[in-house]
């Protein structure tokens, strides 16, 4: 919140500033690419990203974050350093737009000149030093499993032809009168440590809510939280989507030795005879 405040003000200050010298410097900012990183071999995965907000400082000054395609006029001339950093909307919201911490910066030294353009293409690649942890159902084995107990919707492998696609599979859930409800979990616990950053990244297409929850697993017990939902989308306009979820500060508040499962669930909704989940790439990142 301080950031856009801090934004807004800047804003504020610029176009005053621009009505008294009309001739300044313009930047313009392309959306990112996402390449591989060599120093991962491959580990980051399918390389799908949804980074249409950046944050733009000239010479260390934060100048804003902006949505991209987007061209500003910049106060400054001649030699400057430039740096972009891709940008999420954290758990979906729009308003929650943080600087994702497992990406590279973009960064030039160039030259603005008054009355010119400088147009940027901006790459980026996941650090060297994340780790991940991955299911793109591209293996022989899947790595989340229903609850027994609770779940009649089962997860399973599908190839459908379902355009923009990155990959080869994804995992499917159909919810109908028979297989109305879907309960499961990752099938690995992980030992991640506090205070460091961790999110879990979900592409998705559905035509039904369902919500992302955590688990924390130690020896006095466990604690579950519902984290983040996924709305429906209507048939006629459903696409990929992809969510980023932060998981930092409920790993910080579990209990000390706790590992971390990650659970999904959903009901068929009210009314419907049959919708269904597609889930893919997902990537719990952390340092």
Not at 57 to 75: A, E, N, S
Not at 123 to 140: C, Q
Not at 183 to 203: H, M, S, Y
């Amino acid at each position: 919140m301080m950031r856009v405040l801090l934004y807004v003000v800047f804003l504020g200050f610029l176009t005053a500033c621009i009505k008294n010298n009309p001739n300044p410097s313009w930047i313009e900012v392309n959306p990112f690419v996402l390449e591989s990183n060599p120093a991962l071999s491959g580990a980051e995965g399918q390389l799908s990203q949804d980074f249409r907000d950046v944050w733009l400082y000239v010479d260390d000054q934060m100048i804003g974050c902006f949505q991209t395609p987007f061209k500003i006029p910049i106060l400054k001339e001649g030699n400057v350093n430039v740096k972009i950093y891709p940008a999420v909307r954290n758990n979906g919201i729009a308003t929650d737009k943080k600087i994702y911490p497992f990406m590279n910066v973009y960064e030039i030294n160039t030259q603005l000149i008054k009355d010119q353009t400088l147009t940027i293409n901006p790459k980026t690649s996941y650090v060297y030093n994340a780790n991940f942890w991955i299911e793109d159902f591209e293996d022989a084995s899947i790595k989340i499993q229903e609850d027994p107990n609770t779940s009649v919707a089962s997860l399973f492998v599908s190839s459908d032809n379902l355009t923009p696609f990155n990959g080869f599979n994804y995992g499917k859930v159909v919810l109908n009168a028979f297989d109305s409800v879907w309960v499961a979990n990752t099938t690995e616990q992980l030992a991640i440590a506090k205070n460091r950053p961790c999110f879990i990244e979900i592409d998705y297409y559905n035509t039904n809510k369902f919500v992302q929850g955590f688990l924390a697993l130690n020896t006095n017990g466990s604690f579950y939280q519902d984290n983040a939902g996924f709305n429906l989308q209507a048939l006629n306009s459903i696409k990929w989507k992809k969510m980023y979820i932060e998981l930092t500060e409920l790993i910080g508040n579990s209990a000390n030795g706790s590992n971390f499962i990650q659970t999904f669930k959903a009901n068929l909704e009210e009314g419907q005879v049959e919708t269904f989940i597609c889930i893919d790439n997902i990537k719990i990142i952390y340092k």
